[in-house]
């Protein structure tokens, strides 16, 4: 619930940034990302949690926007569930309901979506579907909180040119789905490791002042 509170408040201010300025945010935290410890055995696996967050950032940012079918975004989600291919092949995810949908159902299988528009908003809801077929696989994986729920991600985007407006939110909401996943994942990989750094530690022999550098001595 923490991821998704943290990412609730982060939402708010966002939306009043113009884009431009998240998108340089965004580029600088791939960069603050990326700086890794190279010598380790998790440098690509950090490399990948990395470039996986930039993209689904970056991803939201150009949903969001008042604009209609793009067919490089249709190429980008395509890469978001392991697909490449032509955008001429590919689905026109911002340009058809049903499409939108169909990458929901690859991208987080057992999900419901429900969406609409008005005069107002293109707006979507979607959230892992407990009590269907999948239950099981959805509880395992979409972990309920200590209430006994996970909140559905909702998206309300502003008028734009009609129907393509109601795509993008549903395409904006499983992107969100999608970005908490990876930090919730992400946030597991870090415990992980530190887990391991203290064991290491813990039958490390321990420090003697012939292993400190010279100027620690000269100043202790």
């Known amino acids: 619930m923490d991821i998704l509170r943290e990412a609730s408040a982060r939402r708010r201010g966002e939306r009043e940034t113009p884009a431009l300025e998240r998108i340089r945010h965004i580029q600088q935290r791939y960069l603050d990302d990326c700086v890794v ?4 055995e998790d440098q690509e696996a950090c490399l990948d949690r990395a470039a996986r967050r930039h993209r689904l950032a970056l991803l939201l940012v150009l949903l969001e926007q008042p604009d209609g079918a793009d067919r490089d975004l249709d190429v980008a989600l395509d890469v978001v569930i392991g697909l490449k291919r032509p955008a001429a092949e590919g689905p026109a995810y911002t340009g058809s309901h049903d499409a939108a949908r169909a990458f929901v159902a690859a991208a987080l299988p057992g999900f419901w979506v429900s969406s609409g528009l008005c005069g107002l908003t293109g707006h979507a809801f979607l959230g892992p579907d ?14 309920l909180d200590g209430e006994g ?5 909702d998206e309300d985007l502003a008028p734009g040119d009609g129907t393509h407006r109601e795509c993008r939110a549903i395409l904006a909401c499983a992107v969100r789905a999608l970005s908490y996943q990876h930090e919730r994942q992400s946030r597991g990989n870090e415990l992980t490791g530190l887990i391991k750094q203290v064991a290491a530690a813990a039958v490390s022999p321990p420090a003697r002042a012939v292993d400190l550098p010279a100027v620690w001595l000269a100043h202790g």
């Open 37 to 40: 410890d190279f010598g380790s």
């Open 149 to 153: 729920t996970v909140e559905t991600w």
């Open 130 to 143: 407990y009590n269907g077929p999948s239950g099981e696989r959805l509880r395992r994986d979409w972990t």
